[in-house]
């Protein structure tokens, strides 16, 4: 694949034909991520590639990609099928939020969900005992629901600066989980679109990125409710999943859909997010950059970010006046800004490669990240 993420080079061919488009000049990419990169490009079928600038390495191929194929591959999709973000406008004035009241409030969504779920699951066409007792909640991890303020706006959409907003990050929890490991020995080497393991995983994946969907709005909604707003949904817009792609299939694994005229792009819980506008590339498979992108991973950060308790008290705290809400001292060092790339840079190297610009910067107020016993402190 050559060099072509080190020396801006906008595309590159590899010796199978594959073509692999970069929409990077400047952000830093692991070379591990890059040689995924390339064993995918080897694979039976693959016909084309993305790849934004936050990709870093996943356990089966790199996230931060598009890869349009002949064939399905399950395992680029991974286990959180239909994980995404869902921008949404509170009716709450930030002038009214209360810091220290609102934190004490959202803890609620810490705490197991107490309404009977099977009715949004049937207002959705789906099975009512589908893992409904997780449906509203966050999930561990890089998964969060975040109070942001509108700190600039951009032209292209109409977006009130006096306004609160929020960003949630979810996906599928146990189903998609499910759904990856049902599917048979071999599944991995590519199933091809009629056969029946391949018809069972489309039906399954289907309702995981509907499920994930739903999810993301049950959990927005219980945050409103805590604040005591309501709720208008900007954008949602998952970034695991697959779809029919002219005559492939296309897998987006981290690379947000972009076909509904904005993607969030979540930066650390610590800095700027970005609304981004898609400029439509055909290069881009209808896809782009979902986040800042991970620098290091999860085991390495325990050796790089110190943990004493004044240190953990730091990390719940940002410079724009912000709180953290986690208990979980190791996730908030796996998760500590340093761990991500800049999401400033990130959606600047889309706006230089044309893939798309920015419509409106947010800065993070509150940020509810949950505890890996799912109980609050």
């Known amino acids: 694949m050559g060099n072509s993420v080190l020396d801006g080079r906008a595309s590159a061919v590899s010796g199978d034909g594959v073509i692999t488009k970069f929409y990077t000049t400047a952000a830093w990419i692991e070379g591990r991520a ?42 680029l999709i991974g286990n959180d099928i239909g994980c995404g973000m869902s921008l949404f406008q509170l009716d709450l004035p930030m002038r009214k939020l209360k810091l220290e009241k609102a934190l004490r409030r959202m803890r609620v969504l810490g705490e197991p969900v107490s309404e009977d779920q099977r009715w949004r699951l049937e207002d959705a066409g789906l099975p009512t005992d589908l893992f409904a007792t997780s449906l509203g909640t966050v999930g561990g991890g890089n998964h969060f629901c975040e109070v942001q303020t509108l700190a600039e706006a951009g032209d292209g959409i109409r977006l009130d600066a006096s306004r609160l907003y929020l960003l949630v990050h979810s996906g599928s929890r146990g189903f998609g989980n499910a759904v990856l490991e049902a599917v ?32 993301r709005q049950a959990v927005a909604e219980r945050a409103s409710e805590a604040l005591r707003a309501d709720l208008t949904l900007i954008v949602d817009a998952p970034h695991n999943l697959l779809a029919r792609h002219g005559e492939g299939w296309l897998h987006r694994k981290g690379a947000a859909v972009a076909e509904q005229g904005f993607v969030p ?3 650390s819980r610590a800095s700027e997010s970005y609304l981004m506008a898609p400029n439509g590339h055909d290069d881009s498979l209808s896809s782009l950059a979902h986040g800042a992108g991970r620098r290091y991973d999860r085991s390495s950060m325990h050796g790089r970010v110190r943990a004493k308790k004044s240190d953990i008290e730091t990390m719940q705290r940002t410079s724009f006046g912000g709180r953290i809400l986690c208990e979980d001292r190791d996730l908030l060092i796996e998760e500590a800004p340093l761990a991500y790339k800049s999401a400033k840079s990130v959606a600047g190297d889309l706006e230089r490669t044309g893939a798309a610009y920015s419509v409106g910067e947010f800065h993070p107020l509150l940020t509810f990240k949950k505890t890996r016993d799912g109980r609050p402190s």
């Open 34 to 75: 890059e040689a995924q990169l390339e064993e995918i490009a080897g694979w039976t079928g693959v016909q084309k590639i993305a790849a934004f600038p936050d990709l870093h390495p996943g356990k089966y191929g790199p996230v931060g990609c598009a890869v349009l194929a002949g064939r399905i591959f399950p395992q």
């Open 184 to 215: 048979p020995q071999g599944a991995y080497a590519g199933l091809h679109e009629d056969c029946d393991a391949a018809q069972s995983y489309l039906r399954d994946h289907d309702k995981a990125v509907r499920w994930a969907s739903l999810n």
């Open 265 to 267: 792009l979540a930066g």
